[in-house]
């Protein structure tokens, strides 16, 4: 008879077990994917994600016995949208005579009215039914971040005026116009007209910015009571001390003309953010001035050009010398002498790091600085560093224009409200979304006509990934300079591409033809938003409770770790001394437990590679780690009798500052010793303290789609506060 | 959850005490419980130019 039976029995070297039954039929296939619908009576998976090629019943692959047998899927297939599995079997490959099975959903939830997760007491991991089993096994793939990449950034940022000044010849003209008027002329000469100048929204944004990083308000964090057992310290920077305030104020002109006030509050405290919009903005001036800065060199002398290049190469310099853990040869093989013979190496390293240019980033610059020494930078610390540095520039193609710098586009009624300990600008998801500006000039013989015809481009990418979400063009009319223009609009349904509650970085151009020239001009603008839904994340507060250890052995078996098991039966006696770490983040995408593999490094052993027949004594390193699943995490809260968070809730937290806030490490020294033939094991288990979370709502929307108002929720949620290592020993 | 389920807080135990009064994990002899507070690191993926 055909059958198709599918029953889960375990999971074993990253496999789940199955076992199959499909009767008198042949042929068999298997999919994965997500929902379940019925059709014609049967249930059947909804949305397909993947299906296995037609296996057969003698096909080499699995070991068929009579009609049942077991079948292994790899865990890799499966994962928090792909989390059902349904086997279908047919007799002949045209699909006659099918037999389909029940779907089996291959993740059950850690609700506390399930039966127990594991049948026994026995911790091992063998002969354990799939129900029980939340849990997947991934390779431990992560490093520390051993170079501080806030001080590595706050350093380039303080750079940045002399690169600017060196390559971008337009922005060079607003520092030089600054030098001008600010030391001698009078208070009244540099008033801007009323409404024509961001000046002091800028320099506001700014004080904002610096009382914030004074308040240690880099990223939310959780107000964790004083650890019990100090260890060393751990990586816990705030990015906001390695930007020198001098160095922003130093920008005001270059903000002023090119990074709207709210970019400036969204992440003016984050280096790296920071410096990819600076970046963005002073190459997109340099390209549209190319043209004219080969004209002006033809005609300038030698000696004039040479301090301008020399500016470059100490920038180059600098930029290296500001990474710890450079080996000094590197640095001395970048000294700016030694750059002097490249054409314009800022301006490569600029276009390197973000990510323009050649598709090898900033490393092959690098080497290609230091290669012209005779050294090659081998440095992996560094290679990472630089590696995560570029970002992706897909996104549409750019209207060409030349940037007029006595024109300035300036965003407005931009009304901001607290999140993150930051002011921002939130639109409703559920409106339109509106961004009125102005174009203003200091000219002296500004034309009072309007503007015949103008096309505004926005684009808008995520600002973390830079991923391309948006773009959209507006052909307006007659626009008259300081009058604000209201029809820069953004429909709910085309905010759909936009995500929540994300920096969405949006690059606004202004763009009209020149009377005499005929030529492109135009003004743009870097504007940071979010867009929200029903509530935010705002940030963690304390813990309302003792520590809670998951010490029970049946209820939370997912939540143990045996990290590591040996011994020698070659050895009358052994010793092995571990320098430990564990650590633990979250997946976000997950709704399983992830158990990451030991990684594991000798570092000294007695036996020298032969096998020792005495004291054997080895000492070495061990990491490992787990990944937790918010969809775990929440329901611990329900075996505490608490209400665990709703979708929209779970949907707020799943940011990645909670993810920089649940990641954290134990470091331990264990010895473990026995005799031949003894084995010795390394679990580990957390203890978890329910913290508050501050959940914000918003609570009024102005007719621009704009927050006004945003009200608070407090819910609880728990994380990992410390691990107990326990070594065992065989009896 | 149940109290036979429940593996006990060992980490202010002396290693001398369970070796007199010893407790089994997993069949195994408890030799130690050592409990670690957790600290905030930053950790990265290893991606295909930084993976050692």
């Known amino acids: 008879m055909a059958l198709s039976i599918l ?101 059950p939830s850690l609700r506390s009215d399930h039966p127990p997760l594991f049948p026994s007491f026995n911790l091992s991991v063998e002969n354990i039914a799939m129900e029980s089993t939340s849990v997947k096994h991934k390779p431990f793939n992560y490093q520390e971040s051993k170079l501080s990449k806030p001080m590595f950034w706050g350093a380039l940022i303080s750079a940045i005026p002399a690169v600017i000044g060196a390559a971008a010849p337009l922005v060079k003209k607003l520092f030089s116009k600054k030098k001008k008027t600010s030391p001698t002329a009078p208070a009244s000469a540099t008033t801007e007209k009323p409404g024509s100048s961001t000046k002091d929204e800028i320099l506001g944004a700014i004080i904002d910015m610096l009382g914030n990083i004074k308040g240690n308000n880099s990223a939310p964090q959780a107000e964790a009571p004083a650890p019990s057992n100090p260890q060393p310290a751990a990586q816990s920077l705030s990015v906001g001390k390695f930007i020198d305030p001098a160095t922003l104020i130093e920008l005001i002109p270059f903000f002023e003309q090119v990074i709207s006030r709210e970019t400036l509050l969204a992440i003016g405290d984050d280096p790296l953010k920071l410096f990819k919009a600076i970046g963005e903005a002073a190459l997109k001036m340099t390209d549209q001035e190319a043209a004219s800065v080969m004209l002006r060199k033809d005609s300038d002398t030698r000696a004039s050009r040479k301090p301008d290049k020399y500016a470059e190469a100490q920038f180059l310099s600098k930029l290296i010398g500001a990474i710890p853990g450079v080996p000094p040869i590197v640095k001395a093989a970048i000294a700016p002498h030694t750059l002097l013979g490249y054409a314009s190496p800022s301006q490569q390293i600029l276009k390197s790091l973000m990510g323009l240019g050649n598709n ?41 224009f030349k940037v007029k710098t006595n024109v300035k586009l300036q965003f407005v009624a931009t009304n901001t409200v607290e999140l993150h300990g930051k002011k921002r600008l939130l639109y409703s998801k559920n409106s339109d979304l509106h961004f009125p500006i102005k174009i203003t000039t200091d000219h002296p013989n500004a034309p009072q006509n309007a503007i015949p015809k103008v096309i505004v481009q926005a684009v808008f990418h995520d600002a973390e990934t830079d991923q391309f979400l948006l773009e959209k063009k507006f052909r307006l009319k007659d626009i008259q300079l300081e009058e604000t223009i209201s029809n820069i609009v953004i429909s709910k349904d085309e905010a759909i591409a936009l995500p929540n509650d994300k920096d969405i970085k949006l690059n606004l151009s202004f763009i009209w033809k020149g009377k005499k020239t005929k030529e492109n001009c135009g003004v743009f603008k870097i504007h940071y938003f979010r867009v929200v839904s029903d509530y935010l994340f705002n940030r963690i507060g304390s813990a309302v409770e003792t520590p809670i250890p998951l010490n029970d052995v049946v209820s939370f078996r997912p939540f143990w770790h045996k990290v590591w098991e040996g011994g020698f039966s070659e050895s009358k006696r052994w010793e092995v001394s571990l320098a430990v770490k564990y650590y633990y983040t979250v997946d976000l995408r997950e709704d399983t437990i992830s158990k990451l593999s030991t990684k594991r490094k000798i570092e000294t052993d007695n036996a020298g590679g032969e096998r020792s027949s005495n004291r054997r004594k080895v000492a070495g390193k061990i990491k490992s780690g787990m990944e937790l699943s918010l969809h775990a995490l929440n329901q611990l809260l329900v075996s505490r009798s608490k209400s665990p968070l709703n979708e929209a809730q779970l949907e707020a937290i799943r940011t990645d500052y909670l993810k920089k806030s649940y990641t954290q490490v134990a470091r331990t020294q264990v010895e473990l010793r026995g005799r031949a033939g003894d084995t010795a094991t390394l679990w580990t288990y957390p203890e978890i303290s329910i913290h508050q979370v501050y959940l914000a709502r918003p609570n009024t929307v102005n007719e621009l789609g704009q927050v006004t108002e945003l009200t608070e929720e407090v819910v609880e949620f728990p994380r990992p506060s410390s691990i107990h290592f326990i070594g065992t020993k065989s009896e | 959850m149940n109290d036979q389920y429940q593996f006990p807080d060992l980490s202010h135990t002396y290693t001398v005490a369970l070796e007199d009064d010893p407790v089994l994990l997993d069949g195994q002899r408890v030799l130690f419980d050592k409990k670690v507070t957790l600290m905030p690191v930053e950790l990265e993926k290893k991606t295909e130019t930084n993976e050692s």
């Not at chain 1, 090898?360 to 590696?387: C, E, K, Q, R």
């Open chain 1, 360 to 400: 090898n980033g900033a490393l092959d610059n690098l080497n290609l600085g230091i290669n012209g020494t005779n050294h090659t930078m081998n440095d992996d610390d560094l290679a990472g560093l630089l590696a995560s540095m570029s970002m992706s520039s897909a996104s549409v193609p750019a209207i060409p």
């Open chain 1, 7 to 107: 029953k889960p029995i375990g999971q074993k070297n990253g496999m789940f077990q199955f076992k199959a039954d499909i009767g008198t039929n042949t042929f068999y296939q298997y999919e994965i994917g997500q929902g379940k619908k019925k059709y014609k009576g049967i249930d059947q998976i909804a949305l397909v994600r993947f299906r296995s090629p037609i296996l057969s019943r003698n096909h080499p692959l699995q070991k068929i016995a009579a009609s049942s047998f077991v079948l292994e899927i790899p865990e890799q297939h499966f994962d928090r949208e792909k989390d059902k599995v349904q086997l279908i079997s047919f007799k002949n490959q045209d699909g006659s005579g099918l037999a389909v099975s029940e779907v089996i959903n291959i993740f």
